[in-house]
């Protein structure tokens, strides 16, 4: 398995403009992280310009690999056919960096129809579409409508597509009240990414912690945590995947309080410290 980290692990500095891509590609590689996953480009929040000869170029004196391309999308819009091909551009942009990977979304979590029939046959197309250019297609458990084990099995058997699959972000299962180590169980043959994310946890019985806490679907306290610090099983989610023949890339996602390059250098030493722990219990 190999260490990366997503930019969207460096959104607090991105939006101030204190870095820009090609500031964070350099210093994730600084951090030594072997791959970047580019998340949220274009989306209006984050308001990125850039220009993907540089980032590339960046990348490449960097000696990091830009692995994997990260978007927002809703199959389930009134003009599914405008959004695929908007999938596409990014796709596109996506293998002229030499990302293998593109994770997307599905729906919003009000669409009640998570399986339509636009939904399927679009994911349906564009897995296609990136088979022409050796690009894996993947959705994340992300959101209240995706973020149950058994929802993602069936997505994936209805898509029925060799080069569709997870992204798996233990955390996120955590965020829906989801047992983390059963929902790995259930999933871990599907995994073609991780986000390698850890959460704190609080009972809803407290009140309210205060700033950086999120309530979860079941009224508990969430909070995004430095790799290794928080209540995710994190070896157990690894064994499981090892188990299953995983051997893809490993992505920090932090969107915690601290520091974000504090936090990453050290949920990157835990990480590579599971991992030896892993190899060693073989």
Same mark, same amino acid.
């Given at each position: 398995?190999?260490? #990366?980290?997503?930019?969207?692990?460096?959104?607090?500095?991105?939006?101030?403009?204190? &870095? =820009?891509?090609?500031?964070?590609?350099?210093?994730?590689?600084? /951090?030594?992280?072997?791959?970047?996953?580019?998340?949220?480009?274009?989306?209006?929040?984050? =308001?990125?310009?850039?220009?993907?000869?540089?980032?590339?170029?960046?990348?490449?004196?960097?000696?990091?690999?830009?692995?994997?391309?990260? &978007?927002?999308? =809703?199959?389930?819009?009134?003009? %599914?056919?405008?959004?695929?091909?908007?999938?596409?551009? +990014?796709?596109?942009?996506?293998?002229?960096?030499?990302?293998?990977?593109? !994770?997307?979304?599905?729906?919003?979590?009000?669409?009640?129809? !998570?399986?339509?029939?636009?939904?399927?046959?679009?994911?349906?197309? @564009?897995?296609?579409?990136?088979?022409?250019?050796?690009?894996?297609?993947?959705? +994340?458990?992300?959101?209240?409508?995706?973020?149950?084990?058994? !929802?993602?099995?069936?997505?994936?058997?209805?898509?029925?597509?060799?080069?569709?699959?997870?992204?798996?972000?233990?955390?996120?299962?955590?965020?829906?009240?989801?047992?983390?180590?059963?929902?790995?169980?259930? /999933?871990?043959?599907? %995994?073609?990414? %991780?986000?390698?994310?850890?959460?704190?946890?609080?009972?809803?019985?407290?009140?309210?912690?205060? +700033?950086?806490?999120?309530?979860?679907?079941?009224?508990?306290?969430?909070?995004?945590?430095?790799?290794?610090?928080?209540? %995710?099983?994190?070896?157990?989610?690894?064994?499981?995947?090892?188990?299953?023949?995983?051997? #893809?890339?490993? /992505?920090?996602?932090?969107? #915690?309080?601290?520091?974000?390059?504090?936090?990453?250098?050290?949920?990157?030493?835990?990480?590579?410290?599971?991992?030896? @722990? @892993?190899?060693?219990?073989?």
């Amino acid at each position: 398995m190999k260490n #990366g980290v997503s930019s969207y692990s460096f959104a607090p500095l991105l939006c101030r403009k204190e &870095m =820009d891509l090609c500031d964070v590609i350099r210093q994730a590689a600084e /951090i030594g992280f072997e791959g970047i996953e580019l998340a949220n480009i274009h989306d209006k929040w984050m =308001d990125l310009s850039y220009r993907p000869e540089e980032v590339k170029r960046a990348a490449e004196q960097a000696g990091i690999e830009i692995c994997a391309w990260s &978007m927002w999308a =809703d199959y389930a819009c009134e003009n %599914v056919g405008y959004e695929i091909d908007r999938v596409k551009k +990014e796709i596109d942009e996506a293998a002229f960096l030499g990302c293998s990977l593109v !994770r997307t979304d599905i729906c919003g979590d009000s669409n009640s129809n !998570r399986f339509a029939s636009p939904i399927i046959t679009g994911l349906q197309e @564009l897995c296609d579409y990136c088979t022409e250019k050796g690009i894996t297609l993947v959705t +994340e458990n992300h959101g209240r409508a995706f973020c149950f084990p058994e !929802r993602l099995d069936e997505l994936c058997r209805l898509v029925g597509k060799p080069n569709f699959g997870l992204l798996c972000d233990f955390a996120n299962f955590a965020a829906a009240d989801v047992d983390v180590v059963h929902a790995m169980s259930r /999933i871990s043959p599907l %995994v073609r990414h %991780v986000h390698m994310k850890d959460c704190h946890l609080l009972s809803g019985e407290r009140i309210y912690p205060g +700033e950086g806490w999120y309530v979860t679907s079941g009224g508990n306290y969430w909070r995004c945590a430095i790799t290794g610090q928080g209540n %995710v099983p994190l070896y157990s989610c690894l064994h499981s995947l090892r188990k299953d023949g995983y051997d #893809g890339w490993l /992505i920090q996602e932090f969107e #915690g309080i601290e520091n974000p390059v504090y936090a990453l250098a050290q949920g990157l030493d835990f990480t590579r410290r599971l991992q030896s @722990l @892993l190899v060693s219990c073989k």
